[in-house]
């Protein structure tokens, strides 16, 4: 009929592409709320720090003698609240997506792994957070220094990351070598 491969396979597959679409958008939608949940919890942690205030200086309490482990506390929940609003970015980017056929091969998957890897920061973050208020309220009494937290986190999210791209590159080699082997025998 003159049509092109392109346009025979999205004529036929319509309604799979109209199903994948509303299947996307629920399961974005759904890590939305996770997201902003984890986002809450974060933002209000660091309002309401261990301790509390001092009612003369404002200052923390906890800051004054327990500094160090104060500063890492304030850091995973500054990592929590950013990588929970990294990740509700790029859910929003994947919601207002138009959807069409080219978007599904490469950019739709790359928002959904970065949408992956940002979750799992803010929820490693949280949990760490956690930890780490225990820590500095000394509700567990540690034989360690406060970086092997730290070194935790980023031990578990290098694995991850790896492990993720490692799937993104092979997905995106195999798609480039799969483009231009069809370039080549289309010309």
């Known amino acids: 009929d003159g049509k092109t491969a392109k346009q025979v396979f999205e004529t036929k597959h319509a309604s799979l592409r109209e199903k994948a679409e509303r299947t996307v958008r ?41 500094h160090w482990e104060f500063g890492l506390l304030m850091f995973y929940l500054a990592g929590g609240l950013f990588s ?54 000394k509700v567990v009494i540690t034989d360690f220094r406060p970086l092997v937290l730290f070194f935790f986190v980023y031990g578990l999210t290098a694995v991850m990351v790896m492990e993720t791209f490692y799937v993104m590159f092979d997905y995106v080699y195999h798609l480039i070598r799969y483009c231009l082997c069809y370039r080549g025998l289309e010309s």
């Open 26 to 66: 629920e399961l974005a939608n759904t890590v939305l709320i996770v997201s902003a949940l984890i986002g809450t919890i974060n933002f209000a942690a660091i309002f309401t720090v261990p301790g509390g205030f001092d009612q003369t200086t404002g200052e923390a309490i906890f800051l004054k003698n327990r």
């Open 84 to 137: 929970s609003l990294f990740t509700m970015g790029t859910l929003l980017v994947i919601i207002f997506l138009r959807f069409e056929t080219d978007e599904f091969y490469l950019s739709l998957p790359f928002y959904y792994v970065t949408g992956v890897i940002a979750i799992f920061y803010s929820a490693v973050f949280t949990i760490v957070a956690c930890c780490q208020a225990l820590i500095v309220q």
